[in-house]
């Protein structure tokens, strides 16, 4: 739905089922003219069942019940269940036929991709970028944020010259999880801290910088909310002076996504003014327009959870929504007959907000597994060390170990149609042999109880169509914990959440809208009391604007 307000100064703006007849925004809002340019949806990243788990009873080595399992020589013992085509030779550890669902619902073969289609607020997100508008969009957790980013990334490239459409968010692992760069990067002004001037001698004495600038026809810019409105402003001077323009950001077509109630910018300590990027003074005139997705698809039928997320975002904590913060604190997963026959056999990813943590979890955990640990080192490529730096935040490890019975995470989107998707979490019940590039593949049962052998998977990252780096691996990570800052953009069945030490704004909200059910929230430690659970006053002013024009 698009909106104006303080923060939109188009006074013309107005939703497409408010103009009226002859008007001139006719045919720039018309949603059913528009769409018939939308062409089919290129490499969706969301299920139609997305956020929902199949229930079937998935066995494990751990429970009590615990099946044997064999050793098998495919080319003597052929399974009743062949778990991919992928696996030759010799399978270690495979769990015995007898324990696994029957082969036409377990086995995770090659399929057609499932059809999505675009709810009516995020339509109205592509029918804007087709028309080469400038904007802001935004919704909650779950919504289809960064499914929607792809859809408009290739509709620009559809209709511009795919060099001149630039993919940046504010982070590093942001940026890797969208296949772009950061946004210092692309602009070539390093932390951009400097002077504006002296920002701009730089990116005029940089060649490459200078021509991305120049080539630019639109520039997207993912969490922008971890922005800083100087940053902003910087960056907008730059792109006027650079091109020769005095049209706002250079005449550069700009999309800006991301939740202002979730992860804030990191100020330094030498900033005075700590404006939030829509505070920026130019912000007006770049993004006169705004849409707000309100579809929620992560926990699409448990609306109770929809509206705890809810007032956890704004920070308005009812008593009802207390009680069940409380009930969650109390969740106890090995008598809770509901959780039971879904996702008993794995156990709840542990989310913290501290990486150090993490990382002395999951080696603490594989630690205790018997057997050898099997290594995968990262295959990278970059054309230069700058951007081979970039594959520091790459979502796909540089170092990866495994054992059996690990328990995992994928880290990419394998079959829409199997719900194998960034954020399903499994464990290693074998390895096959050897392949041509010498790895042992891992071959995992995930929670909905499909088998699938995992190999290396590419991650790439362009600057306008230019590939400049890319990083070959197995799309997995250990799954006992994970980072809150990690788990952005991930959906997740069954998580524990510590909200003890939570230390910055939106923190909270964006661990506990991770989960896709109130069911498979378990909150360990102490609720966050006080300004823990409240947004910035200044965000909630700046939505409360925006909420009054829908």
């Known amino acids: 739905m698009s909106v104006t307000s303080p923060y939109f100064t188009n006074k013309n ?23 018939a340019t939308i062409d089919s949806i290129i490499e969706p990243s969301l299920p139609k069942s997305y956020g929902k788990c199949r229930k079937q009873k998935s066995p494990h080595p751990r429970v009590k019940k615990m099946k044997e399992i064999k050793h098998v020589h495919l080319a003597q013992q052929k399974p009743e269940v062949t778990p991919d085509k992928t696996i030759l030779g010799l399978v270690t550890s495979f769990p015995s036929t007898s324990t696994l669902a029957p082969p036409t619902s377990t086995i995770a073969q090659s399929s057609k991709p499932a059809e999505i289609t675009l709810s009516s607020d995020q339509q109205l997100v592509v029918n804007a970028a087709a028309l080469g508008e400038s904007f802001f969009y935004t919704g909650p957790a779950g919504t289809g944020k960064s499914f929607v980013l792809k859809v408009v990334t290739n509709k620009l490239k559809e209709n511009k010259p795919p060099r001149s459409v630039f993919i940046t968010a504010s982070t590093g692992v942001a940026a890797c999880n969208i296949g772009g760069t950061t946004l210092h990067s692309f602009a070539g002004v390093g932390l951009g801290t400097k002077d504006v001037n002296d920002l701009i001698k730089i990116v005029m004495q940089n060649k490459c910088a200078r021509s991305r600038w120049k080539i630019a026809t639109a520039l997207v810019i993912d969490e922008v909310s971890m922005i800083s409105g100087e940053l902003f402003d910087k960056l907008e001077y730059i792109a006027r002076v650079v091109r020769g323009s005095s049209q706002p950001f250079g005449g550069i077509q700009i999309i800006l996504c991301g939740d202002f109630f979730q992860l804030p910018p990191v100020f330094s300590k030498d900033t005075t003014d700590h404006l939030l990027c829509f505070e920026a003074k130019t912000w007006k005139s770049v993004v006169p327009d705004c849409y707000q997705l309100n579809t929620i698809f992560r926990q699409k039928g448990d609306q109770t959870f929809v509206n705890l997320l809810n007032e956890v975002r704004s920070g308005v904590i009812s008593d009802m929504t207390w009680r069940l913060l409380e009930s969650c604190q109390r969740r106890n997963w090995s008598t809770d007959k509901e959780l039971s026959d879904e996702t008993s056999t794995i156990e709840a990813t542990q989310l913290f907000p501290h990486r150090e943590i993490v990382e002395t979890t999951n080696n603490a955990r594989l630690k205790q597994l018997e057997g050898e640990i099997v290594c995968y080192e990262a295959q990278d490529f970059a054309t230069a060390d700058n951007f081979k730096k ?25 079959d829409l149609s199997r719900e194998l998707v960034n954020g399903s979490v499994g464990f290693v019940i074998g390895f096959a042999s050897q392949n041509i590039e010498g790895d042992q593949l891992p071959i995992v049962q995930f929670r909905n109880g499909y088998v699938r052998t995992i190999s290396r998977e590419e991650s790439s990252i362009e600057i306008g169509s230019e590939l400049v780096a890319k990083r070959k691996q197995i799309p997995l990570t250990l799954a006992w914990a994970l980072s809150i800052h990690k788990s952005q953009g991930m959906t997740l069945s069954k998580v524990e959440i510590n909200l003890a030490n939570v230390f910055a704004e939106g923190q909270a909200y964006v661990a506990l809208s991770r989960v896709t059910s109130l069911k498979g929230l378990k909150i360990s430690g102490d609720l966050p009391k006080g300004s823990k659970f409240q947004p910035n006053p200044k965000v909630l002013k700046f939505y409360e604007q925006i909420q009054q024009l829908l």
């Open 13 to 35: 703006t107005v939703a497409s089922d408010q103009i009226e007849e002859g008007s001139p925004l006719l045919k720039k809002r018309c949603v059913e003219q528009v769409s």
């Open 390 to 414: 970039l594959l520091e935040h790459d979502r796909l490890p540089a170092h990866l170990e495994l054992k059996l019975n690990a328990q995992v995470l994928l880290l990419k989107n394998l």
